[in-house]
Every structure is written in C-alpha cells, then in structure tokens.
T-cell receptor, first 115, second 114 residues
C-alpha cells in the first residue's frame, strides 16, 4: 500500500491525557498537512510542513497541540491535556511540491474521542 | 468571508440520473486550483477531479465533470449516470498559488436512490 497511512485509526482517551497520532505520507511527497474534521463539517486546516519545516500553523492549533516532521518523512501530532472539544477526526494529507496545484492525498484519519 | 461555499447540505438523485453539486469560491489570487473530494462513510477523502484557474476547458474524469464558470466563481461538480456507490459526502476545495493550505467547504451529502 503506497497511500497515506495514519495510526491509530481510533483513539479513546480520558480528558486531561496526552495523545499522539502518526502519519506516514506517500514517500515522494514533501508537503504534509494536518486537518481536523468535526461531524457535519469540512476539514479545517491545522498545520503544514514542507519537508521537515513547519511553515504554517492555524489559529486552531492551540498551545496544547504540537506537530513534528523530524526527518521530512513521517509526522506526529500531539495533543496535550485533551479536552472534550478535541474530539474529532484528524486527517493527514500529502502532496508533491510541484506543480503547485497538485492534489493532496488523504489518509483514512484518526478518530479521537475524549471522554 | 468563506473561501468555499457549498449551499446544498443534502441532495438526492435517482440511480442512473445526473446530479450537480454546487460550489462557489472566493479568492483574489489570479492563480488557483479547484478540487472535488468524495468522503464515504469510511472517512477517507478520495480525490475526484481538478480544475486550474487558467484552464480553458472544463475538467472531466470519467463520470465526473466540473462546470467551471470563472466570472461567477463557481465550480460545480456534475456526476453523470449516478450509481449507488456514489452515495457519500462531497467536498469542494481550493488552493491558492500564494498559499499552502487547501480550503474546504462544508460539504454536500449525496444519496443515490435505487
């Protein structure tokens, strides 16, 4: 399978706990995105990496959220001190750098439930 | 202002009929790309079709076509000969040349009736 892979697919955690999600993009893609999607809504942008550099972060990405892409390959998204409002689907996507208008390929997402 | 607007929360279509899903966008960047994605109940976003702002012709991919009206800033998705497997959420998205992120609309839920 050469698509975008996300792990875990589902995560249930207690409020206040920390969680970490992993995304493995398509290998030749140097652009990587994290999105959050709540029920009945479209994906909302969280952050973007060009190789290992985090070039853009949304206002949605509070101080409790941190994302890394240490070697420009896989990425992790950590949420500290989870809150019930963090319950959502977290989507990772990757794309080539050129042409600029190339489509992004999405993983199957990690569904987070905070209880 | 919303970058992408999808005004149809839900649509129904009879199997084998055609259906149009509406999308309007807002940008001041002269160079941009428009995308449509399908999201089945399994959750994965599946790329369907792309239209560039400078493309002269409407994009087509199999049963999918994009009705691109640049002056009206609309990029409607047309699905011909609907199939039961087309039942899903459909999202319109845009990426501007000057930006990095993809902007998504709120989606349209399509139900194909046998």
């Amino acid at each position: 399978d050469t698509g975008v892979s996300q792990d875990p697919r589902h995560k249930i955690t207690k409020r206040g706990q920390n969680v970490t999600f992993r995304c493995d993009p398509i290998s030749e893609h140097n652009r990587l995105y994290w999105y959050r999607q709540t029920l009945g809504q479209g994906p909302e942008f969280l952050t973007y990496f060009q190789n290992e550099a985090q070039l853009e972060k949304s206002r949605l990405l509070s101080d409790r959220f941190s994302a890394e892409r240490p070697k420009g390959s896989f990425s992790t998204l950590e949420i500290q001190r989870t809150e019930q409002g963090d319950s959502a689907m977290y989507l990772c996507a990757s794309s080539r750098d050129r042409p600029f208008n190339t489509e992004a390929f999405f993983g199957q997402g990690t569904r987070l439930t905070v209880v | 202002a919303q970058k992408i607007t999808q005004t149809q929360p839900g649509m129904f279509v009879q199997e084998k009929e055609a259906v149009t899903l509406d999308c309007t966008y807002d940008t001041s960047d002269p160079s941009y790309g428009l995308f449509w994605y399908k999201q089945p109940s399994s959750g994965e976003m599946i790329f369907l079709i792309y239209q560039g702002s400078y493309d002269q012709q409407n994009a087509t991919e199999g049963r999918y076509s994009l009705n691109f009206q640049k002056a009206r800033k609309s990029a409607n998705l047309v699905i011909s000969a609907s199939q039961l497997g087309d039942s899903a959420m459909y999202f319109c998205a845009m990426r501007e040349n000057t930006g990095n992120q993809f902007y998504f609309g709120t989606g349209t839920s399509l139900t194909v009736i046998p």
